[in-house]
């Protein structure tokens, strides 16, 4: 797939000023985030609320404030000849219907949806022009993408010999250098001038994949690269994925096929996604799970913290004169910490604090776009309770555990409301219980979005607010 030029970037803001004009405006969201942060579940409740909102019931409503209560009717695009996959909303809706309720699977690939909202005239004058012009049709185009693949951002910029320096300088640091030994040992053993073997290149890989694997799976760590060693996706495992970080001083064959590797991924990754998806979006929420970052640990954490690092400077190359010339790329951006039904209301803001500290001192986003910061639970699982914690009540959440089918309060611990000073990871002050979803009565029908209890939307905590502060604007 060819990368887009600046005057296929213009014909396309082009295209959206002439829609908007007829009434018949286009807003791409692209909900991103580090892996495990609940983009799926975001996307579904997102779409099974705008859903019931638009059937009357009160589901989202900060949003439906921003949009002045003017929000009059929401339906699914259907298919077109898309050659992206679909977001699959029903499955996903029929997985929290079962018995037990089950979390929606993880994200293996790019996949859209487009919602179509009809907004009535704001004013008599509006209404006046509606009743010949019709109401607004806003389509909310929304694409879901692997998580693993949002730490390819940074990559993009930097060639080979840069990416292997900043890569083992990470992993021979602390905890990823127990994950990463059996590759660290393998890669320092390498003759300086090593020959172009293909079983020497698939050693690496493979013992460089397993330590990806290990710090993601194990011990929690997100800043891993590339995005497709650990999710290749549905082209599966090609040898352009053959490549992995070499010590300084390598000259010869094998540093050379790697080098190749590296750009030809780079490449592809461009041509396949960044440029045809990524460019095109105009608002994006990046999803983090902070909680599970304070509980992996100080050096899961500091990693979480970095990799939001790496991918502000990434978005932040956005937003400049091309992009405003074009009319496209991203305008606003919003980071949200989830899972916030995990503890209580008073820690809620503490979390939201936490989660701002942690973007704040990054400055992410591109240049001028705002970047509003929430904190939420797309799928609330909990309700607020209390508990005794050595004789003494304390606010805790009560939900069904994921481990046992049993519903238990939990006290999570303190949430602080900026980076723990050292002494927070002395002891383990802080628990990520794992909750069941809610469990929703009802099946889809065709040619029906909802019956039942699904009319009523999904449970959560802020996703109107949120929604509110990426899009209310345009509606």
């Known amino acids: 797939m060819p990368i887009l030029t600046p005057l296929e970037d213009a014909l396309a803001g082009m295209s959206d000023l002439a829609r908007a004009m007829a009434g018949r405006e286009r807003v791409r969201l692209a909900v991103t985030g580090l892996s495990r942060a609940g983009?799926?579940?975001?996307?579904?409740?997102?779409?099974?609320?705008?859903?019931?909102?638009?059937?009357?019931?009160?589901?989202?409503?900060a949003l439906e404030s921003a949009a002045g209560g003017r929000l009059r009717g929401v339906r699914l695009v259907p298919a077109g000849v898309e050659a992206t996959p679909r977001f699959d909303a029903a499955g996903h809706l029929a997985a929290l219907a079962a018995d037990p309720p089950r979390w929606p699977g993880r994200t293996e690939d790019l996949s859209t949806l487009e919602l179509e909202l009809t907004i009535s005239p704001a004013s008599w004058l509006g209404q006046a022009r509606g009743m010949v012009m019709g109401d607004r049709r806003i389509t909310l185009e929304l694409l879901d993408y692997p998580g693993e693949w949002l730490l390819d951002l940074p990559m993009l910029d930097q060639g080979f010999a840069e990416w292997s320096r900043e890569t083992l300088a990470r992993l021979r640091v602390g905890r990823?250098?127990?994950a990463a030994a059996e590759f660290l040992a393998f890669v320092d053993a390498l003759p300086p001038r090593a020959t172009a073997e293909?079983?020497?290149?698939?050693?690496?890989?493979?013992?460089?994949?397993?330590?990806?694997?290990?710090?993601?799976?194990?011990?929690?760590?997100r800043f891993l690269q590339p995005g497709r060693a650990l999710n290749p996706g549905p082209r599966g495992e090609a040898p352009l994925l053959w490549f992995f970080p070499l010590p300084e001083g390598h000259e010869g064959g094998l540093s050379e096929l790697l080098r190749r590797r590296h750009?030809?991924?780079?490449?592809?990754?461009?041509?396949?996604f960044f440029d045809p998806f990524f460019r095109r979006f105009h608002r994006q929420v990046v999803l983090v799970d902070a909680l599970g970052a304070l509980h992996a640990g100080e050096q899961a954490f500091d990693d979480t913290a970095e990799a939001l690092s790496a991918i502000a400077r990434a978005l932040r190359q956005g937003g400049g004169w091309l992009d405003l010339l074009t009319g496209q790329g991203v305008r606003r951006v919003g980071f949200a910490a989830t899972k916030a039904d995990h503890v209580p209301a008073r820690a809620r803001d503490a979390l939201?604090?936490?989660?701002?500290?942690l973007v704040g001192r990054q400055a992410p986003g591109p240049a001028g776009a705002e970047t509003p910061?929430?904190?939420?639970?797309?799928?609330?699982?909990?309700?607020?309770?209390?508990?005794?914690?050595?004789?003494?009540?304390?606010?805790a959440v009560r939900g069904v555990l994921m481990k046992d089918g049993r519903l238990t309060p939990v006290y999570p611990g303190e949430v602080p409301m900026r980076r723990p000073e050292p002494d927070f990871w002395d002891a383990p002050y802080f628990e990520m219980p794992a909750f069941q979803p809610p469990r929703l009565v009802g099946a889809p029908l065709v040619g029906a979005p909802f019956v039942g209890e699904w009319g009523a939307g999904i449970p959560h905590l802020g996703l109107d607010a949120l929604l509110a502060a990426l899009i209310g604007d345009l509606l």
Do not use: H, W
């Not at 579904?44 to 009357?56: D, K, R």
């Not at 939201?352 to 500290?357: K, N, R, T």
């Open 352 to 357: 939201a604090s936490l989660m701002a500290d």
């Open 198 to 221: 293909e079983a020497l290149a698939r050693e690496g890989f493979r013992l460089y994949r397993a330590a990806l694997l290990r710090l993601r799976d194990r011990m929690g760590f």
């Open 373 to 395: 910061v929430r904190a939420i639970a797309a799928i609330r699982c909990t309700e607020d309770t209390s508990a005794l914690l050595d004789g003494r009540p304390v606010a």
């Open 176 to 178: 990823r250098a127990e």
């Open 39 to 61: 983009k799926t579940v975001f996307l579904t409740s997102l779409v099974a609320n705008l859903l019931a909102a638009g059937q009357g019931a009160r589901t989202l409503p």
């Open 263 to 272: 750009a030809a991924y780079l490449d592809d990754q461009r041509a396949a």
